[in-house]
């Protein structure tokens, strides 16, 4: 549980976890991995962590299906945490597009940059 207030977490240890994910075998620790990674974002959108922190997310946006509304029961993401991660990601896109910029660049998949993008556009 100590791994889950990010704040507090030796910064090795947590750069060490951050680059372990996804976790793909427990939805519920996974959801629970998520938004984690939220709150982290939520409270430093700046610097290589946020950058993690995002394009582990953008992962878990590509694997999001909001027609299977409310949780889609193979997401690692709920839909509470799907609508704040969209919010943020569009605040980010004004604030901090570097860090956008560089989750993106860190992602090996199109899905995800894909998601990324989508997620980002304030349009519906």
Do not use: I
Not at 75 to 103: F, Y
């Amino acid at each position: 549980n100590a791994l889950f207030d990010l704040r507090a977490t030796d910064p090795a240890l947590l750069d060490f976890w951050l680059r372990r994910l996804p976790l793909a075998d427990d939805l519920e620790e996974a959801r629970r991995a998520n938004r984690a990674l939220l709150d982290l974002l939520d409270a430093s959108c700046d610097g290589p962590r946020a950058v993690l922190a995002v394009a582990r997310l953008a992962d878990a946006l590509a694997d999001y299906d909001p027609d299977q509304f409310p949780d889609p029961p193979t997401s690692t993401l709920d839909a509470r945490t799907h609508r704040h991660l969209v919010l943020r990601l569009q605040a980010l896109r004004t604030h901090a597009p570097h860090t956008l910029q560089a989750a993106y660049d860190a992602l090996d998949d199109n899905s995800s940059r894909l998601a990324l993008m989508r997620a980002c556009d304030p349009s519906p």
